[in-house]
């Protein structure tokens, strides 16, 4: 009886190893329900349709993460178009405000030097190893996918913030330095830049620097010595400030008990992103042009490399995603932003 059953056992095995091989080709071309059970024992049946479902869930989990995550950029910089490989922006240097029609008009040129932001690529890639597609294990791209889109969602926050790191060392449309003491206006030296500590130990401490800030700002005139109007509405501070920040604008009363005259004059936005400690910037969002420009070329999208004829893909048993985009930054109006070293 022993003998008969071995003899069984032994067809079984036989037939299971000329049909399975069959049904593997069958499930490939036209899977069935059955099909999907036996994929449970075989793994993932890795051809075109299989990759395709894979990407199109990895993009889905990239947009998702794209849409949800929170930026911080329209707050304080203005996003222009950009449909070639640069753009020139010396028409900030000059531009006229209205004036009484009498006689001729009077037609201002453009500065002699220029202003140009260079489109820069931007690129955040992934491997998908075809084993793990195979085996069933891609459980941990699915975060992978995620962390790409809001990567991919804060690279205006990167470009921008940069942008106010490095204000006190990187020119703008007139040569100077961003925030700099001498930017030439009509004969005269006028600085957008205090090195002066964000306080509110006392209502004169407070009135130093904040107030300072508000008020040279609120002084900047055009070239021919007609005030701009500017109106300091957001207070960009790093985390170390977002105390003080928050005390100055909500605070009905400053550390020495005296009244605070700025309470409601601004909103705290806070970004990590700033190196500095001490640094904090008085900014006027509320003109047509922001302090900085986030320039966008091509907007981040979802990219794929999943041809079996790659090479990567054909030597390395390897495919790709990933994020791409072309973008850069740069300064709108010096006049719309005043910043601080803190250095004292």
């Known amino acids: ?159 921008v913030m940069d942008l106010v790191n490095n204000g006190f060392a990187n020119l703008c449309f007139d040569g100077q330095f961003f925030f700099d003491t001498d930017h030439p206006v009509a004969g005269a030296s006028v600085s957008n830049k205090l090195t002066v500590a964000l306080s509110v130990a006392t209502q004169a401490a407070a009135i130093a620097s904040y107030g300072a800030a508000r008020t040279a700002m609120r002084k900047f005139k055009d070239d021919e010595g007609r005030p701009l109007n500017i109106t300091p509405n957001v207070l960009l501070v790093p985390p170390a400030l977002e105390h003080i920040a928050l005390a100055i604008v909500n605070n009905d009363r400053l550390d020495d008990g005296k009244a605070n005259p700025y309470k409601g004059t601004a909103e705290v936005v806070v970004d990590a992103r700033l190196t500095s400690d001490t640094a904090w910037f008085l900014l006027d969002t509320t003109k047509p042009v922001k302090p900085f420009i986030y320039q966008e070329r091509k907007a981040p999208v979802f990219v794929e490399q999943t041809s079996h004829e790659n090479d990567d893909v054909f030597s390395r048993k390897k495919f790709k995603f990933g994020a791409e985009a072309r973008a850069a930054g740069g300064y709108g109006f010096w006049q719309t932003a005043l910043g601080s070293t803190g250095a004292g």
Request: one cysteine or more; hydrophobic letters at 50%.
């Open 1 to 159: 009886m022993r003998v008969i059953t071995l003899i069984a056992w032994a067809c079984l095995f036989l037939l299971a190893l000329v049909l399975i091989p069959t049904h593997a080709v069958a499930m490939e071309l036209n899977p069935t329900p059955d099909d999907m059970l036996m994929l449970g024992f075989l793994g993932l049946l890795v051809n075109k349709d299989t990759i395709s479902n894979v990407f199109i869930s990895l993009k889905t989990s990239f947009n998702n993460a794209f849409t949800a995550a929170p930026t911080i950029w329209p707050k304080i910089a203005m996003r222009i178009v950009s449909t070639a490989a640069q753009n020139d922006y010396s028409w900030l240097s000059r531009f006229p405000k209205m004036r009484k029609w009498i006689g001729e008009k009077q037609v201002k040129a453009l500065e002699a030097f220029k202003y140009t932001i260079v489109n820069d690529d931007w690129e955040a890639t992934v491997e998908v190893d075809r084993n793990d597609i195979e085996d069933d294990q891609l459980g941990m791209y699915g975060p992978q996918a995620q962390m790409a889109g809001d990567s991919a969602a804060q690279l205006p926050d990167e470009i």
